[in-house]
């Protein structure tokens, strides 16, 4: 038996190609039994439903919003905080009956996602800005939202304040008594990449910003501090640079880290030195992710609303989708200082 079509249905029903079809897509234009009796020959003839590609093309649209996240998906799925704003996303597509397509830049061969896979808009996440797959998204002229970046011309942002995160950790740790203080922050490539060369600063809007904001605290109080930057993956670059920088003749009494992923390296890296938080050294944290209190000592930590960043960021992009007029709208939300039990005053021979 050939191909199983909507005519094949309609010719052994008695009816038009089109009531078949309105028996697919739009059953409210007929009668229950009508309906019911067409899906029944349809399962009969072994019918799988109409072409994905064909609906797409009669809808001008997909029912798919593109993820681009920078590297693999085991990355970012050994991230609670990614992890948690992937599942934010994908809950609130999933709301509206869209699905969810991952893009992850840099990754792939002849094929490139951010440019073949058919989808109605992009949300952008923590990507480069110079990336091959961003620049094909943009040159689709698909509707786009940035998350945790630089907002793109003419397009909807979501940040967190990560600066105004940051300066509160810096300053919370100055009240407390510190003056030898140690920054912990991103490297902008993994350590075993072959482009991997040294730097001076963090790639990534929101490492740039909690750079900058704890640098403004720390500044404010005359200190000069200390700085590491450590590369995302493998998790042990961040634990190497912790040990380097609690290993200098200078040894901060605090440090203040990228965030809780880099903060829990610190502290492993404090006890495999013998030094004990916070007696010997208070550690900072970012994101008050689900690790924050899975540790030892409890982190003292920045909190940032990683679940309404995904859902603003698909509301936002629904409505770029429905109404592209208008003028794009920069969310920035609030950040917050949760103090535990990782920090306290400085060692007093300090």
Not at 16 to 45: C, G, H, Q, W, Y
Not at 70 to 89: C, I, M, N, Y
Not at 242 to 249: F, I, T
């Amino acid at each position: 038996m050939g191909k199983v079509t909507l005519q094949s249905i309609a010719d052994e029903v008695g009816v038009s190609r089109m009531t078949v079809s309105n028996a697919f897509s739009r059953p409210e234009k007929l009668s229950a039994d009508l309906r019911e009796r067409i899906l029944a020959v349809a399962d009969e003839l072994g019918y799988v439903g109409p072409d994905p590609a064909a609906r797409a093309l009669a809808r001008g649209r997909t029912g798919t919003v593109g993820l681009l996240i920078t590297g693999r998906l085991s990355e970012q799925a050994s991230d609670p905080v990614a992890t948690e704003f992937l599942v934010a996303v994908a809950d609130a597509l999933s709301d509206h009956g869209l699905a969810l397509t991952l893009i992850t830049a840099g990754v792939g061969g002849e094929t490139v996602p951010a440019r073949d896979v058919p989808m109605d808009g992009a949300l952008v996440y923590v990507c480069e800005p110079d990336s091959t797959d961003l620049a094909w998204l943009r040159r689709r002229d698909l509707p786009l939202v940035t998350v945790d970046q630089e907002a793109l011309p003419g397009r909807p942002s979501i940040n967190v304040d990560d600066r105004a995160g940051a300066r509160a950790a810096a300053q919370h740790v100055i009240d407390l008594g510190h003056r030898r203080v140690g920054l912990l922050n991103l490297h902008p490539v993994q350590e075993d990449s072959p482009e991997s060369t040294p730097v001076d600063a963090p790639w990534n809007p929101p490492a740039s910003e909690r750079d900058a904001g704890w640098r403004a605290a720390l500044s404010a109080a005359g200190i000069e501090p200390a700085v590491e930057l450590a590369a995302f993956r493998p998790v042990t670059a961040a634990y190497d640079a912790a040990r380097r920088l609690l290993e200098r003749p200078d040894r901060p009494t605090a440090l203040l880290c990228f965030s809780d992923v880099y903060a829990a390296q610190a502290l492993r890296a404090a006890e495999s030195l013998g030094l004990r938080v916070p007696e010997d050294v208070s550690v900072v944290g970012f994101d008050d992710s689900s690790l924050a209190t899975a540790v030892h000592p409890c982190l003292t930590t920045v909190s940032q609303p990683v679940s309404d960043k995904g859902r603003l960021a698909v509301a936002a992009l629904l409505e770029s989708m429905g109404s592209p007029a208008g003028d794009p709208v920069r969310t920035v939300l609030p950040t917050s200082l949760v103090v535990r039990d990782s920090t306290a005053p400085p060692p007093s021979d300090s």
